[in-house]
């Protein structure tokens, strides 16, 4: 259940009560894709790190281990030892994202896995099937989600179908919670909007999977590839219709500015691989811009990552160690800049939180927006 705390302007600050435990928003979700984030970071590490949800991908794990494999391990929880809440990601994304050869029918949509190629179905049905087996707090509705740019009658007919699959998905779910040998009968389901970039389609299909009284709503098919500034548009058409006491959760995004500016807007949630995939390559978010941890000027760098975090990176280790490391290709330095990454990520939660319990959200906004944005000057540091 949401709750809203405080309000300043459109950006909200509440909790969310899972049989899992109550997270406070705006809240960034750690992304452990197949039940682990990517870098070599335990469900242990993350408790350390300020996670308060992790994200889990329904496509990834049902072709491996099996969601039933994890069904007979007691659960996605037990599974990886996580006793916080956890999000999984329908699989809808992956299905359009990753097969290559696939259907598209009202039952459902008939494809090739991308490990095996062994032919798969997966409909409202299924989806919610393998999200009970998996256990998680909170599972996402089934959706198709269109490519940008699509037309606008394709558009219409998508959104048409993923109001219609909700409906299943919703009726599934009261089914599977019922049963008596259900991991968890409290699971949650999470409806996501559609539309791509037309403002009538994004209203129409948030009105209507409204009326559904869902445990909360997710805006789908942005950040994939539209100027930022469509993005934002949608959300200025989008937000103001969608139910004020329910949890808004923009799915797959993004910077900290994409936060920031996400929050502004009357989002709650968020998740993307971004401060993972990033650290991984050596990007490192900081507090006052990103750098690049392999650039030459830290070859003898005394300096943490950023002299501002107190995470376990920062308080440990150097620039000029975590620069060889790299320059080594020893894993323990995708690991050191994962942690610090995700540190970041959730500490800038915090803060946001911060800024709307004080009424100084507008003033934090103004100040962080273009500072995380920019590149630190690296000819030794800025």
């Known amino acids: 259940m949401y709750t809203l705390i405080k309000q300043e302007n459109k950006a909200r600050r509440g909790k969310f009560e899972t049989v899992h435990g109550t997270f406070q928003t705006p809240c960034f979700m750690n992304v452990g894709t197949a039940a682990a984030i990517k870098g070599g970071i335990s469900s242990v590490d993350l408790k350390d790190l300020k996670c308060q949800v992790e994200l889990c991908n329904t496509y990834h794990l049902h072709v491996r281990p099996s969601d039933k494999i994890i069904r007979e391990m007691g659960g996605l929880h037990r599974f990886m030892n996580w006793d916080k809440p956890i999000l999984t990601d329908s699989g809808g994304f992956q299905v359009f994202s990753l097969a290559k050869l696939r259907k598209i029918k009202e039952e459902g949509v008939y494809f090739n896995s991308h490990v095996d190629g062994r032919k798969i179905f997966m409909g409202p049905e299924e989806s919610m099937q393998i999200q009970s087996n998996l256990g998680s707090t909170i599972a996402m509705a089934f959706d198709e989600c269109v490519e940008n740019p699509a037309k606008h009658d394709y558009s219409k007919r998508s ?104 929050v502004a807007r009357g989002i709650d949630l968020f998740d993307c691989v971004m401060p993972s995939r990033n ?21 003898t760098d005394p300096l943490p990552l950023d002299p501002q975090c107190d995470c376990p990176t920062c308080r440990n280790f150097s620039r000029s160690y975590i620069r060889h490391l790299f320059k080594a290709n020893e894993q323990l330095a995708g690991r050191l800049a994962v942690m610090h990454n995700l540190y970041f990520y959730n500490t800038l939660m915090e803060k946001i939180r911060d800024a709307i319990d004080n009424g100084c959200f507008e003033q934090f906004r103004e100040k962080y927006s273009p500072l995380l944005s920019s590149h630190l000057i690296e000819n030794g540091g800025k």
Not at 163 to 181: A, I, T
Not at 200 to 224: F, P, Q
Not at 279 to 299: Q, V
Request: negative net charge; aromatic residues 8%; charged residues 25%.
């Open 159 to 262: 959104c048409e179908r993923t109001v219609r699959w909700l409906y299943r998905c919703k009726d599934e779910m009261e089914r599977l919670n019922s049963l008596h040998d259900t991991i968890n009968k409290h699971q949650l389901l999470f409806g996501i909007n559609q539309g791509c970039t037309y403002e009538d389609l994004r209203v129409w299909h948030m009105e209507e999977i409204a009326k559904l009284d869902l445990d909360g709503y997710a805006v789908g098919g942005l950040a994939v590839g539209e100027p930022t500034s469509e993005m934002y548009r949608m959300l200025d058409a989008v937000v103001p219709v969608m139910p004020e006491n329910k949890i808004r959760y923009l799915m797959g995004v993004g910077t900290p500015l994409n936060i920031i500016e996400g």
């Open 279 to 299: 650290a991984r390559h050596a990007t490192i978010f900081t507090w006052s811009g990103i750098m690049h941890a392999t650039n030459k000027c830290y070859e």
